[in-house]
Structures are given as C-alpha cells and as structure tokens.
C-alpha cells in the first residue's frame, strides 16, 4: 500500500482525451521483469531487462525495490559507490531509506518521498537503511531509476534534489477512479515538482478495482508503463498486466490503463509506474556505474575515479530532515 493516499473526490480532475481526436498508443510489446539482488543483497526486479535500448531512450535502468517486509537485522543497503553521465531518481513508496554523497548532498527519503542525484561529471554516494530500521525491521518498497544525459550534460556539476511526497502534484482521474503522484514532468498542465535536464515524465498512479484511466501523453516522448502491484490492463487493446511487468507503448497521444475488477488480497488497487522521455538519441556506452557516449569516454571515467576526482567520501553524517 502506498504511503501516500488522498481522497479523490476533492482533488483536481485531469481531463481525459477527447475520444474523437486523440490517437490512442497501442502496446507494443510487454515483458516481465526477473528478480535479482543488489547492493548488498536487498531484492530487486530489473524492471527493464530484454527491452531495447532505443525504446527506453532516455531511460537507461530501472529496480523495483522490494518490496520486503525484513525482519530485525535484515535491512541492506549499498556500499559507496561512483556515477557518471546521467540522473539517480530514488522514489521510496514505503519505508526508509539514506543517502550521502561526495558533494554534501543527503537526507532521509521515505514514505512517498523522492531524492534525484544528478551524477553529472562525477560522484561518490551511498544508499542505505537508518540504524533504527536495521535494528527493529520493516516494510521496504521503492524505485530507482536511472535517467541518461545527453552528450552536452553529462559533465554538469552533481546536483542533489529533495522531493518530498507532499510537493508531488496530486490529482484525480475524470471519475475519480484513479489518484496521481505527479513527481515530475506535465500532465494535462498539472507539474510535478522534479527537475530534468532530460525532459521526463513520472507519474505515480493508483487505479481502483474496475476503474478505467485515460491520460494526454506528449506525442514526442516514449511510453513505459511499469505495474509496481495489482493486475488490470494497457492500451486501447486491453492487453492484461501484472505486478512486475512493463508495457512499452508505440506512437499516439493518449493512454489507456485499466484495474481488474477483483485484485490480490495484499494488493487491493492496481499500481503503475508511468513514464516518458524526449529520446536524446545519442550513442550509448554503459559501463557499470557509468553511462557516456564512447569507450574512450568509460575509460576516462574509470582512471579519473580511480584517481579520486569524483570527490572524497565524507565523514560519517546524513543530514535527516523531516
């Protein structure tokens, strides 16, 4: 269950496309992602695992975090690490996690909260549970996602976003059968308060049991739609998803998604990730941590990390904030 929830009866209404103009996306293709591990050893699915590259673009790679109920002294993390040459976008949906990094940028994130780390020319940061969860346990659910830059960005200063649930822009379906966290980008001229140097859209929806939602979507950006819980179906064709899937849309400019009239026990609502960027279209080289256009490029990330140009690890202090 997501942290954040509100009555959608006294949210503002997004309007729905017009039926007789708007070009429906078809689905193009779905694919379920696999489970694996990360970090040091907190479960993950590879939510973009067997898509194409140039239908993700700008997107580079997506977890789903948990979700997890850990039991005391369970809790992981990540040990510090670098990046290079594109955005961390952190979105905790329940529990709690820390962040800190070589250039002073930090904080608790939790509970429908977001932190984006623009990695940019080079950082070292760490990403782990607070010491009271490790110790008592809890509930752990989150995204991180990974945001390419383009050629002309990708040695920008690191940057450090805070975003906090309650800033997410919060609206309602036409009927209110469905709530939206917009956490950056536009939707039908409401704003999410992330931002880009990569125009994205990401929007956190909750879609109740039988409910349809059609969304305005940029003609020039892609369509990912990830189920985060919960089962229903996509496009204008219906094709059913589940949790752990994403569809990827073709061209258009409106979406449709649906919930199942009966949903898990456990998951009550269908849940989706949606997203969309302007493809930067630029040749793409990743190499672990770092994301450039050119081998020469990740080469020169690595001999200027291991040079320590990405900054020092700082002394043993997250800045918590409430």
């Known amino acids: 269950m997501p942290a954040v929830t509100a009555d959608t009866l006294t949210l503002p209404r997004i309007t729905a496309p017009d039926a007789t103009a708007a070009q429906q996306r078809p689905v193009r293709s779905v694919t379920t992602a696999p489970s694996g591990f990360e970090g040091e050893g907190f479960p993950v699915r590879r939510a973009f695992a067997g898509v194409s590259t140039a239908d993700l673009d700008p997107f580079i790679h997506m977890d789903q975090m948990g979700e997890v109920e850990?039991?005391?002294?369970?809790?992981?993390?990540?040990?510090?690490?670098?990046?290079?040459?594109?955005?961390?976008?952190?979105?905790?949906?329940?529990?709690?996690?820390?962040?800190?990094?070589?250039?002073?940028?930090?904080?608790?994130?939790?509970?429908g909260d977001t932190q984006w780390m623009t990695a940019g020319s080079g950082i070292l940061h760490i990403e782990k549970p607070p010491e009271h969860l490790v110790l008592s346990g809890g509930l752990f659910h989150g995204i991180q996602l990974w945001v390419n830059l383009p050629r002309?960005?990708?040695?920008?200063?690191?940057?450090?976003?805070?975003?906090?649930?309650?800033?997410?822009?919060?609206?309602?379906?036409?009927?209110?059968?469905?709530?939206?966290?917009?956490?950056?980008?536009?939707?039908?001229?409401?704003?999410?308060?992330?931002?880009?140097?990569?125009?994205?859209?990401?929007?956190?929806?909750?879609?109740?049991?039988?409910?349809?939602?059609?969304?305005?979507?940029?003609?020039?950006?892609?369509?990912?739609?990830?189920?985060?819980?919960?089962?229903?179906?996509?496009?204008?064709?219906?094709?059913?998803?589940?949790?752990?899937?994403?569809?990827?849309?073709?061209?258009?400019?409106?979406?449709?998604?649906?919930?199942?009239?009966?949903?898990?026990?456990a998951e009550p609502n269908l849940e989706i990730l949606l997203l969309g960027g302007k493809p930067i279209r630029e040749p793409v080289v990743q190499y672990g941590p770092f994301v450039m256009n050119t081998r020469e490029e990740i080469l020169q990330a690595l001999q200027d990390y291991q040079r320590g140009s990405f900054g020092v690890i700082p002394g043993d202090h997250i800045p918590h904030t409430t």
């Open 152 to 265: 002309a960005n990708k040695f920008n200063p690191p940057r450090y976003q805070d975003i906090r649930a309650r800033q997410a822009n919060l609206l309602s379906s036409t009927d209110g059968g469905a709530l939206l966290r917009v956490i950056a980008g536009d939707i039908g001229g409401h704003e999410g308060p992330g931002s880009t140097f990569t125009p994205i859209t990401l929007v956190h929806a909750t879609i109740s049991p039988g409910a349809q939602l059609q969304l305005p979507w940029r003609k020039d950006f892609n369509a990912l739609a990830y189920t985060l819980a919960g089962n229903g179906t996509v496009g204008p064709e219906g094709n059913p998803v589940h949790k752990g899937q994403l569809a990827v849309f073709g061209q258009g400019d409106a979406l449709t998604m649906a919930a199942a009239t009966s949903q898990p026990t």
């Open 70 to 111: 850990y039991a005391p002294g369970e809790p992981k993390g990540t040990a510090w690490h670098p990046h290079r040459g594109f955005e961390t976008v952190t979105y905790i949906i329940d529990g709690v996690f820390e962040h800190s990094d070589s250039h002073g940028g930090g904080g608790v994130i939790t509970n």
